[in-house]
């Protein structure tokens, strides 16, 4: 088992940017996939970024690619979302969430383990 702890959000004007981070607990981190996914009101929660256990392959969802980079660092048990050129439609609560599945997961309920959200507004 896993438990995730989202930071970094917070209130930028568009253009900005932001590093959101995901601290894991335990010493099984670097076997999980990761993704990250975000919830805007009265919106379905939404793919933004995965990457594998090790780090070699990532996928983004294409409203962020070019502007989003998803990486890790195993040694700190940590996952991170840079988010540069951001827009007022990246507004959400943004969540990390881990798996063990072969494939790295894209969908919500692929995932077993999901942290709290942090939230991102970005104004215009």
């Known amino acids: 088992q896993v438990q995730l702890v989202e930071s970094g959000g917070g209130l930028v004007q568009a253009g900005g940017s932001l590093r959101l981070s995901c601290a894991a607990s335990g010493r099984t981190f670097s076997t999980y996939h990761m993704g990250w996914f975000r919830q805007a009101p009265g919106k379905e929660r939404a793919f933004v970024a995965a990457?594998?256990?090790?780090?070699?392959?990532?996928y983004y969802a294409d409203s962020v690619k070019g502007r989003f980079t998803i990486s890790r660092d195993n040694d700190k048990n940590t996952v991170y979302l840079q988010m540069n050129s951001l827009k007022p439609e990246d507004t959400a609560v943004y969540y990390c969430?881990?798996?063990?599945?072969?494939?790295?997961?894209?969908?919500?309920?692929?995932?077993?383990?999901w942290g709290q959200g942090t939230q991102v507004t970005v104004s215009s």
């Open positions: 990457i594998s256990w090790r780090g070699g392959s990532t």
């Open positions: 969430a881990a798996d063990r599945n072969t494939v790295v997961p894209t969908t919500p309920r692929q995932y077993d383990y």
